[in-house]
Every structure is written in structure tokens, then in C-alpha cells.
């Protein structure tokens, strides 16, 4: 393996750090570059249960706050157990007596209509997004709302050709499931869930996050535009006891559930006397590896995006970086330098990269790991930007000097912070990317195409992403390895989750 | 005068060797009439914890191998089988069976196992795909053994209930701890015996004999294993779920309440070898 050894081109990279950093911003304030588009927000959401807004049982509401302000958006129904028996009522009902009995070109109708009115309003959700969650503006508007409206435009078309879904058999819907998603790609996760659910023919019980209802309640005003039957999908908004309560519904067939590894456990544990089947998609504690022959601007760039994106609340972001040891200064410099140039601050402002982080309480988290990583000897680098005086923000973290022993290098941080760690040989790097309890993804840098062949099958990881990371499609199947969860989302393997076979 | 017959010390096929439990402890084996036939090795959760570790040891190897080549072994194991019918079918009818259900019962075993042997390098192709992702890059998926996988026999059909159990399982290159039938584990023995000449490297399947109620919490809990399947009760399949939350685990278990039918065409499906696979997708850039 030549390109290890080769001290020339290492030596030469080293030098070449050296250049003037130019970076943009130092000398001048931007101009704010606010998006403008309505978000159409109602002072009060209530549940989607039967096709209807209804006021919660418990009569209850919480408040839905924009973290990048702190300022109220909206109170939110807080469900109880009634309430989720309800909404289960409700989707048994439409299960048996419309769903089920609708030929698949028929299912495939409203979902295709779904995509289209979410892309006809899609500016509009792009904005109560980023309002609602803190993510930057450009990634709503250019990530999360299309990547939404293409997986209810990708699994429509599968709805009358589930005939082959699994070759050799025939399949069936289970009936009613039962849905948790988290907060880090709202409307996202929704559609991630419920377009594959829906296409199979199943009806659902969904609860979004406490942090980030809203795109879900708008996105039952497109249901209701679409004309999709009643009890097809309901909402329910809560906190913690209210996803309880929709994954131990008997009437759930399945549940899937997209959220923490502890909260994964604590949901098989709970449902360990059921027969219920299950998917899971939990946490990762990805490994980013650079090989000394990665395109190195392309890689830095992937690097960024690997860690940056969502604020880091991503659970394939690539929080481990593994470089090449002949490069790390070089890698490390470069990264620093691009890092001084990312622009933190309001979500709304179509120039901002890191938006503002999801919630107070996951802020008081990444705080918490950065301190421990602190403490645990790593060196820390923060760009010194200036954050706005309300709300909840981080700077982009950086930590170097990391063993595979600290606690930053194995515990997933959800936020903007990186470690970084070195290797020497492809196995050592093998060996250090796989040695997690997780298995969710990992990204590969390098020229060579053999030897990302040859990573893409020893990494212990549900994606591989080479010379690029965070890329999604509804055609792509998603999912991990080990304590990253099972089951898959998206392709065709994963309609094989919703479906049983007859 | 007639000869005594040397009679055949039960042991357990673990690691490619042929072991008695580190306990040495032993549950006596009758026949249906109640004669004392032999004495069967009791594993202990030590005996299982050691089986994993062979299983550990063997799957990087096994998982290595060609398709072609685990498919050429798992043939071989039939023609091992083939070639000693009547030991199997006597096996069998030490639990009971009647000589045409044993006979019935070796030959769906045999074929079954000929079925998974020409899998092996099929169901790449029907199960992986490329992907027409809406970017300039490109994207497959495919599949790969899931590692260590944890399997109990049910009490019945001692021989084609395990293997229908085990051959999906390790066709995909994964290796298999199994725990046999404890009310008739005598063909898991001879099983054995027939593993240990088919070519099939030693730690690929480690077969164990005990007693369920010992060793269920060690399957359940042991992080080395990836997966858990097989045939467990309502009770059991509780114990199993809640222990493989830890490591979460992925369990497909059948119901021992509800009477299954080995020799039916559902216990020999591609979804058997799917249900032991992790599928993988890869992303790679297209372009100059």
C-alpha cells in the first residue's frame, strides 16, 4: 500500500497549511437574509384523530417554543392514554372498514397526491420547520421538505406492486402501527414512516416529538386536503407518556420507533411479553475515515457535512473522524479553518449553516459531553463566532487527541461536536471504525476505489458512504447494524418491515 | 457366545471437537419402552458461553468463504447425512418415531438441506438491489451475515426442525450456537458426528444438548449473539425478548404453543436466510 508510506506527499501537505487563512466575514458583518414566506402557524394545534382536529381527553396543552428565540409558536394537545386509544380506534376502524379494502392503485392515488400538495406548500413548511425545530433555513428548504414529499412520491408508485416486494410471496399489511419519531427531521421522519406504512396498506398511530409537533399537524391539513379517509393516519401529540402509550397499544401490530438507543431498549423491554413485531432505528456513533489520498477539499467539506448538518442532531452523523496519521495536522488545519468560516446563528436567515440547537435540554446534554471531553484530556477548538443572546446555540466543536477510550469517542453526543482520532494501516482504521456498540453508518474517503470496496464490506455499518456522507433517498434503504437498531427504511427492503406474508 | 456391542459415549459437537459439558454433568437418554440407552451431556451456561466464543473464532472465516464454496459444504453435509440414513432414522425412533415417519423425517431433512446448499449463491440476487437514487451516485445494497445466532430447537421433529433451523442460518455465513431438543437430542449427537466430516469448518455450528430452562436467560443476554431464533413458549419467548433489549438483539421466534409443521414448504423460503442478514447500502459518486 504505497500511498501509506509515501512521507513526500505528507511532508508537502504539511507545508502547504502554512498559506494566509482568508476568511470571509472577518472583516465585515454580513447582512441579515431572512426567509420571509408565512409559515400559516395556528395559535393552538389539536390531535388528528379520525380525520378530525379534536380537542385532547386530558384537555391539556404544552407550549411549542422556537429554540432559536425561545418565543412561543404554538400550544400543542398533549395526548394521554384515552386519547391514544382513540386515535387507535380510529385507525382500527379505517383499517378494516376502508384502508385494507382499497385496491392498491387506489392507496397509491393519495399518496401521490400528498407529495404533490407538501410540494406545493413547501416554502411554507420549510419555514414553520426551521421555526419549530432550529434547523438552517437551506436545509428545510433543500433537505427536508423535498426529501419528505419524495418519499411519499417513492412509495405511492409501490402500493400496486407489492406483488414484488418479496419474490416468491405473497404479502399482506400487518394493520395498525404504531409510530415514535424524534425531533431532529420532523416532517421528515413522518414521511419516512408513514409513506411505506400506508403503501403497504397499513393504517397508523404517529407521535411526534414534544419539541417539534407542528409540521405534523400541517401535514394533516394536507392529509385532509387530499381527501385521504379518515382514521388512515393519526396524530398524536405528547411527551415521553404519551409514546408509551402508542407503542404498548394492543391494537398495534407493530410499532416502529426512531429515537435513542437507551429509549430503543426501554421500548423492547417493555414490549418483550408481546408479539408485536418491531423496527428500530437508534443512535450511531459514526466513523468518518481519511485516507492520506482523499480528494482533501472534498473530504473537509464532507467532514463538515458529516458533523455539522442539523446542528450534529443526526444519528448517522459522522462524529468520529478517523484520519490517516501522514495527514491528520494537515486535515486538522484545514478543518479549523473551514470551521471559522460556518455561520451560526438565526435558523431563519437563508445564510446561516448551524442553526440553533433543538431544545434547552439537549443543549444542557452537549454541553455536558464537551465538558467530559474536556476533562478527559482531549484539545478542544471553537471558532469564536458570536451567538445571539437568546436562544439555544452551540458553537461547532472540535476535539483532537481523542482515544478510542474517551467518552466523546463512544457516547453519541447529538450535536455539533467532533472527535477526532488517528490511524496508521486500513485495518487499524477497520478495527477502530467498528469498535462501537453502534452500527449505523460510516463514510470512507479516499482515490482508491478497491479500497473502498474493500471498506464499504469489513465497516460493521447499515450505510457507507464513500467520498461523500449524509446522503438520503427514498430509494436508499436506511438502517443499522448491532445497537443502531434493525429493520430498514426506504427501497424495497424497507416495505419488507410493513408487511407480513400470507 | 454373543458379542457385546461397544455402545457410543454421547458428546456435544462445539468448536469442531466433540466435547462433554465442562459441568460434566449428564441426563440419562431412554427409549420409548423406558431402557437406559446412554447418557447425555447437561451444558452449562459456561459450556454455551465457550460455544460462542468458538462461534466468534469461526465466523469471520466462514463469512469469508465464496458462495459457491458454502454451498459446495452444506451439499456435502447432505451427502453426509444421505450416507447414514438408517443411524439417523434409529435416532429417531429412540424418541419414538415409527420407522416410516423416521424415514420420512431424514429424507425432508436431506432435501432440505439441498435446498439451502443451492441457495447460497442465489439469494444475493433476489434480496440485494441497486438503488435509482435521485443524485449522481451510486447506489447498491446488499446483504451480509449478521454474526453469532442463537438458535432453539423445539422439542419435536428433532432432526428437520433443526436443520431447517440451522441451514438457512449458516448458508448466509453466519455460524449458529444451537441448543437441541431436550427431550430427544440424541440426533443432534449423531448430527453432530455428520457436521464434523462435511467440510464444515469446526465453530460454524456448535450443537449443544441441556436443559432449556438453564440456558434460555444465556441466550438471551450474551451480547455476542446477534440474533435469536427457533422455538420457544410464551414464557420463554418473554425471558428472550427482555434480555436481547440489552444488546438489542434481533429475535424471530416461532410459537411452541402453536403446532407447526416442519415438513411444510413454509420452513424452507428465502425469507429464512433473510431473517439473518444485515442489509447494507453503500453510496458512491458517479462522475469523472
Not at chain 1, 59 to 84: C, M, R, W
Not at chain 1, 233 to 257: C, E, R, S
Request: overall charge positive.
Amino acid at each position: 500500500m504505497p500511498t501509506l508510506l509515501n512521507k513526500k506527499r505528507s511532508a508537502s501537505s504539511l507545508r502547504r497549511q502554512a498559506a494566509p487563512a482568508l476568511i470571509f466575514g472577518d472583516l465585515w458583518a454580513y447582512d441579515p437574509a431572512p426567509e420571509t414566506a408565512d409559515p400559516k402557524l395556528k395559535t393552538r394545534y389539536e390531535l388528528f384523530i379520525g380525520g378530525k382536529f379534536v380537542a385532547p381527553a386530558s384537555g391539556q396543552y404544552f407550549d411549542s417554543i422556537n429554540p432559536a428565540n425561545e418565543q412561543k409558536l404554538a400550544e400543542i394537545a398533549h395526548a394521554n392514554t384515552a386519547d391514544v386509544a382513540a386515535a387507535y380506534r380510529a385507525a382500527k376502524k379505517a383499517y378494516e372498514q376502508t384502508w385494507s379494502r382499497l385496491p392498491g392503485r387506489e392507496r397509491a392515488k393519495y399518496l401521490f397526491r400528498i407529495a404533490r400538495l407538501l410540494q406545493d406548500r413547501a416554502r411554507e413548511f420549510a419555514v414553520a420547520e426551521t421555526m419549530d425545530g432550529g434547523k438552517p433555513i437551506k436545509e428545510s428548504r433543500d433537505f427536508d421538505v423535498p426529501m419528505a414529499a419524495a418519499h411519499f412520491f417513492y412509495h405511492a408508485g409501490w402500493a400496486d406492486k407489492l406483488e414484488y416486494v418479496a419474490p416468491g410471496r405473497r404479502v399482506a399489511p400487518l394493520g395498525v402501527v404504531g409510530q415514535v419519531i424524534p425531533w431532529n427531521f420532523p416532517l421528515l421522519m413522518l414521511a419516512w414512516k408513514i409513506a411505506p406504512a400506508l403503501a403497504m396498506g397499513n393504517c397508523v398511530v404517529i407521535k411526534p416529538a414534544e419539541t417539534t409537533s407542528i409540521t405534523a399537524l400541517k401535514l394533516a391539513e394536507i392529509f385532509q386536503d387530499a381527501g385521504l379517509p379518515a382514521g388512515v393516519v393519526n396524530i398524536v401529540t405528547g411527551f415521553g407518556d404519551t409514546g408509551a402509550a402508542v407503542m404498548a397499544h394492543p391494537l398495534a401490530a407493530k410499532v416502529a420507533f426512531t429515537g435513542s438507543t437507551e429509549v430503543g431498549k426501554i421500548i423492547m423491554r417493555s414490549l418483550a411479553g408481546t408479539n408485536k413485531k418491531m423496527t428500530m432505528e437508534l443512535g450511531g456513533k459514526a466513523a468518518n475515515i481519511i485516507f492520506d489520498d482523499a480528494p482533501l477539499d472534498q473530504a473537509i467539506e464532507g467532514i463538515v457535512n458529516g458533523i455539522f448538518f442539523n446542528q450534529g442532531h443526526v444519528c448517522c452523523a459522522g462524529s468520529r473522524l478517523l484520519v490517516h496519521e501522514p495527514i491528520a495536522a494537515t486535515v486538522l488545519a484545514k478543518l479549523k479553518q473551514r470551521m471559522r468560516t460556518l455561520r451560526v446563528g438565526d435558523p431563519l436567515d437563508k445564510n446561516t449553516d448551524i442553526g440553533a440547537i433543538n431544545s434547552k435540554a439537549q443543549l444542557a446534554t452537549i454541553k455536558r459531553l464537551v465538558a467530559v471531553g474536556v476533562k478527559e484530556g482531549a484539545a478542544l477548538y471553537q471558532p469564536d463566532c458570536v451567538l445571539p443572546a437568546k436562544g439555544f446555540y452551540f458553537r461547532p466543536t472540535v476535539f483532537s487527541g481523542v482515544s478510542m477510550s474517551h467518552r466523546i469517542a463512544r457516547e453519541e453526543i447529538f450535536g455539533p461536536v467532533l472527535s477526532v482520532l488517528t490511524f496508521r494501516t486500513v485495518d487499524e482504521a477497520i478495527e477502530k471504525a467498528n469498535n462501537t456498540a453502534y452500527g449505523l453508518s460510516a463514510g470512507v474517503w479516499t482515490d482508491k476505489g478497491s479500497r473502498i470496496l474493500k471498506l464499504a464490506a469489513e465497516l460493521k455499518a447499515g450505510v457507507v458512504w464513500a467520498n461523500t456522507y449524509n446522503k438520503f433517498d427514498p430509494a436508499s434503504p436506511f438502517g443499522g447494524y448491532k445497537e443502531s437498531g434493525f429493520g430498514r427504511e426506504g427501497g424495497r427492503q424497507g416495505l419488507l418491515d410493513y408487511c407480513q406474508f400470507v | 457366545m454373543t458379542r457385546l456391542p461397544i455402545t457410543k459415549t454421547p458428546k456435544v459437537y462445539v468448536g469442531g471437537a466433540f466435547i462433554r459439558s465442562e459441568s460434566a454433568r449428564t441426563f440419562p437418554l431412554t427409549n420409548p419402552a423406558g431402557d437406559f440407552i446412554a447418557n447425555i451431556p447437561q451444558c452449562s451456561r459456561k459450556d454455551l458461553r465457550n460455544a460462542v466464543e468458538a462461534a466468534a473464532k469461526a465466523g469471520p472465516g466462514w463469512a469469508k468463504r465464496t458462495a459457491y464454496n458454502r454451498g459446495q459444504i452444506i451439499y456435502r453435509l447432505g451427502e453426509m447425512l444421505e450416507a447414514r440414513r438408517v443411524e439417523l432414522a434409529e435416532a429417531l425412533r429412540l424418541g419414538g418415531s415409527s420407522a416410516a415417519a423416521a424415514a420420512k423425517e431424514v429424507t425432508a431433512t436431506i432435501d432440505r438441506l439441498i435446498y439451502y446448499a443451492g441457495w447460497a449463491d442465489k439469494y444475493e440476487q433476489v434480496l440485494s438491489s441497486v438503488n435509482p437514487v435521485a443524485s449522481p451516485y451510486f447506489n447498491f445494497t446488499v446483504s451480509e451475515p449478521m454474526g453469532i445466532i442463537g438458535l432453539l430447537a423445539p422439542q419435536e421433529a428433532p432432526l428437520l426442525a433443526l436443520i431447517s433451523l440451522l441451514a438457512p442460518a449458516i448458508t448466509s455465513g453466519n455460524t449458529v450456537v444451537m441448543l437441541a431438543s431436550s427431550t430427544q437430542p440424541y440426533p443432534a449427537i449423531i448430527l453432530g458426528e455428520m457436521l464434523a466430516t462435511s467440510d464444515l469448518p469446526g465453530g460454524v455450528v456448535n450443537l449443544l444438548t441441556g436443559l432449556r430452562a438453564e440456558l434460555i436467560p444465556t441466550f438471551a443476554t450474551h451480547t455476542h449473539l446477534r440474533a435469536l431464533g427457533g422455538v420457544a413458549n410464551r414464557v420463554e419467548q418473554a425471558a428472550l425478548k427482555l434480555g436481547a433489549a440489552e444488546s438489542v438483539k434481533r429475535v424471530g421466534l416461532f410459537s411452541a404453543e402453536q403446532p407447526i409443521n416442519w415438513f411444510s414448504s413454509e420452513h424452507q423460503s428465502v425469507d429464512a436466510l433473510r431473517a439473518y442478514l444485515e442489509f447494507k447500502t453503500v453510496w458512491h459518486p458517479m462522475g469523472g
